[in-house]
């Protein structure tokens, strides 16, 4: 049984390390069927920094097929040249399903190559919906869930946000691969990583800040408060570390916002670093400070408060249960001082996501 994965952005390269590992144990062990993968790398994400490290630190294997798709300011673009590579290669190889994740443009376009080719689709991470359609990311999970055949679900949730739109066939409770990951490499990253030695910063004495979605990083007033509120936030005793992603770099320099960042020592922004060296920052940070989907869940996993800032959510358990708080861009300080009660999540699994997805991919 030969399974096409598609994978193009950091968190897919990190949730298909644990699928593949998962098949790479099925096959040592149950062995019937054997399941073959051929992997795709649509290349969006192309900068040495947000690639390199990742395949490099989580052991995954070189790519069957590598593309060039990333750098693109046009959307439309990409996506063309994506689903042009992945249906030629579909075409070529005739896998029996096509494994897609997460919400990128990577996800939608394996998702559409594969229903062109009248492959099966199965899609991990499905029914997760933050109800905002301004963001490409929604967009993306909605158009692949109705065209999947298998939706593995991180939690129930999800599965009722399907049934909501009449999705019932094909759905299963998996539990989340990234909670695989964080229990898989984080024991890694504890032995491994130095990278608090190397920043000079102490366990729980210093913030840590992601951002890189469109929404703030392609809007210049929303990205000036986010710096605004970082400075401020950020003290000698306590700074705010910020991995730079090459996108928000690239608009800082656009927006003449670069000299802002730097009335502010204590606002350090670094390079990116790979996934390992990311676990021991979240772990150990005071307070996470993000836009990213995966780094909100992320947090709650080594349980370190997260303040988001965007409006919405497609993670609204992490809220609930006190665990994140949402600031979008206006709210980020009061956010801070706050401190919700805070109660257990028990819907992401026992670490054995992974394990599940494989089984029902061989069930058929």
């Given at each position: 049984m030969k399974i096409a994965t598609i994978i193009g952005a950091r968190?897919?390269?990190?949730?298909?390390?644990?699928?593949?590992?998962?098949?790479?144990?099925h096959n040592k062990t149950s062995g019937y069927p054997n399941l073959e993968e051929y992997l795709v790398h649509t290349g969006q994400h192309y900068d040495p920094n947000m690639n390199d490290i990742f395949f490099q630190s989580l052991s995954i294997k070189t790519p069957d097929l590598q593309l060039h798709n990333g750098g693109l300011t046009n959307p439309a673009k990409m996506l063309s040249g994506m689903l042009t590579g992945i249906e030629k290669a579909l075409h070529e190889t005739r896998p029996d399903?096509?494994?897609?994740?997460?919400?990128?443009?990577?996800?939608?376009?394996?998702?559409?190559?594969?229903?062109?080719?009248?492959?099966?689709?199965?899609?991990?991470?499905?029914?997760?919906?933050?109800?905002?359609?301004?963001?490409p990311e929604e967009v993306n999970r909605i158009v692949t869930d109705h065209l999947s055949a298998k939706l593995f679900c991180p939690s129930r949730l999800a599965i009722q946000n399907l049934a909501n739109e009449g999705i019932a066939k094909g759905v299963f409770y998996t539990g989340d691969v990234m909670y695989d990951a964080a229990l898989t490499f984080g024991k890694?990253?504890?032995?491994?990583?130095?990278?608090?030695e190397s920043l000079g910063i102490q366990s729980k004495e210093f913030h840590l800040c992601t951002v890189h979605r469109a929404e703030n990083t392609d809007n210049p007033d929303r990205i000036e408060k986010i710096l605004i509120a970082l400075i401020e936030i950020a003290k000698p005793q306590k700074p705010v570390i910020l991995p730079l992603h090459p996108r928000t770099k690239r608009k800082l320099?656009?927006?003449?916002?670069?000299?802002?960042?730097?009335?502010?020592?204590?606002?350090?922004l670094i390079d990116p670093v790979d996934y390992l060296d990311m676990l021991m920052l979240e772990k150990n940070a005071a307070t996470i400070l993000t836009d990213s989907g995966g780094i909100q869940k992320e947090a709650y996993f080594f349980r370190t408060p997260c303040i988001t800032l965007r409006e919405e959510t497609e993670w609204n358990e992490t809220v609930a249960a006190g665990w994140n708080q949402l600031a979008g861009t206006n709210k980020i300080l009061e956010c801070l001082e706050k401190s919700p009660e805070k109660s257990e999540i028990d819907d992401y699994g026992n670490?054995?996501?992974?394990?599940k997805i494989v089984k029902e991919i061989v069930n058929g």
């Amino acid at each position: 049984m030969k399974i096409a994965t598609i994978i193009g952005a950091r968190p897919q390269f990190i949730k298909s390390a644990i699928v593949s590992q998962a098949i790479e144990a099925h096959n040592k062990t149950s062995g019937y069927p054997n399941l073959e993968e051929y992997l795709v790398h649509t290349g969006q994400h192309y900068d040495p920094n947000m690639n390199d490290i990742f395949f490099q630190s989580l052991s995954i294997k070189t790519p069957d097929l590598q593309l060039h798709n990333g750098g693109l300011t046009n959307p439309a673009k990409m996506l063309s040249g994506m689903l042009t590579g992945i249906e030629k290669a579909l075409h070529e190889t005739r896998p029996d399903g096509v494994l897609v994740y997460g919400d990128t443009y990577s996800t939608l376009a394996g998702a559409l190559a594969a229903s062109l080719s009248h492959i099966p689709l199965f899609h991990v991470e499905a029914g997760l919906r933050s109800f905002n359609k301004q963001m490409p990311e929604e967009v993306n999970r909605i158009v692949t869930d109705h065209l999947s055949a298998k939706l593995f679900c991180p939690s129930r949730l999800a599965i009722q946000n399907l049934a909501n739109e009449g999705i019932a066939k094909g759905v299963f409770y998996t539990g989340d691969v990234m909670y695989d990951a964080a229990l898989t490499f984080g024991k890694i990253a504890a032995q491994n990583s130095k990278i608090l030695e190397s920043l000079g910063i102490q366990s729980k004495e210093f913030h840590l800040c992601t951002v890189h979605r469109a929404e703030n990083t392609d809007n210049p007033d929303r990205i000036e408060k986010i710096l605004i509120a970082l400075i401020e936030i950020a003290k000698p005793q306590k700074p705010v570390i910020l991995p730079l992603h090459p996108r928000t770099k690239r608009k800082l320099i656009q927006y003449n916002l670069k000299t802002l960042t730097e009335k502010n020592p204590s606002l350090r922004l670094i390079d990116p670093v790979d996934y390992l060296d990311m676990l021991m920052l979240e772990k150990n940070a005071a307070t996470i400070l993000t836009d990213s989907g995966g780094i909100q869940k992320e947090a709650y996993f080594f349980r370190t408060p997260c303040i988001t800032l965007r409006e919405e959510t497609e993670w609204n358990e992490t809220v609930a249960a006190g665990w994140n708080q949402l600031a979008g861009t206006n709210k980020i300080l009061e956010c801070l001082e706050k401190s919700p009660e805070k109660s257990e999540i028990d819907d992401y699994g026992n670490g054995k996501a992974a394990d599940k997805i494989v089984k029902e991919i061989v069930n058929g």
